[in-house]
């Protein structure tokens, strides 16, 4: 089993950064955590995932040059830093994770509730 708890959406101007936190509570190793996105009346989007054994992490082409998806082993957490955020961010942002080694958009059955992120122009 796997729970999330996230944190650090909120409100930032365009050219701003935020870094989403994921707590992932679990007692294995080979469990992928990662983001996806879901904007108004827009199906959810994969952002980025790294596996916490280690490994490259993948995103999304759409924010592979804006983000850094990192992890903290001893705290279990995992970041997306995101930098020169654009309108087009604005979404709620949920934290995911699956088991497995792959850090691709595909299989995640654990959830977190979201979290707010809004660009202003």
């Known amino acids: 089993q796997v729970q999330l708890s996230e944190s650090g959406g909120g409100l930032v101007q365009a050219g701003g950064s935020l870094r989403l936190s994921c707590a992932a509570a679990?007692?294995?190793?080979?469990?992928?955590v990662g983001w996806f996105r879901q904007a108004p009346e827009k199906e959810r989007e994969f952002v980025a995932a790294?596996?916490?054994?280690?490994?490259?992490?993948g995103y999304a082409p759409f924010v592979k040059d804006r983000s850094t998806i990192s992890r903290d082993n001893a705290k279990n957490t995992v970041y997306l830093q995101m930098n020169n955020l654009k309108p087009e961010d604005t979404a709620v942002y949920y934290c995911?994770?699956?088991?497995?080694?792959?850090?691709?958009?595909?299989?995640?059955?654990?959830w977190g509730q979201g979290t707010q992120v809004t660009v202003s122009s």
């Open positions: 995911v994770a699956k088991f497995g080694h792959v850090p691709d958009e595909r299989g995640y059955n654990y």
């Open positions: 679990t007692i294995y190793e080979d469990v992928v």
């Open positions: 790294i596996t916490l054994s280690g490994g490259k992490p």
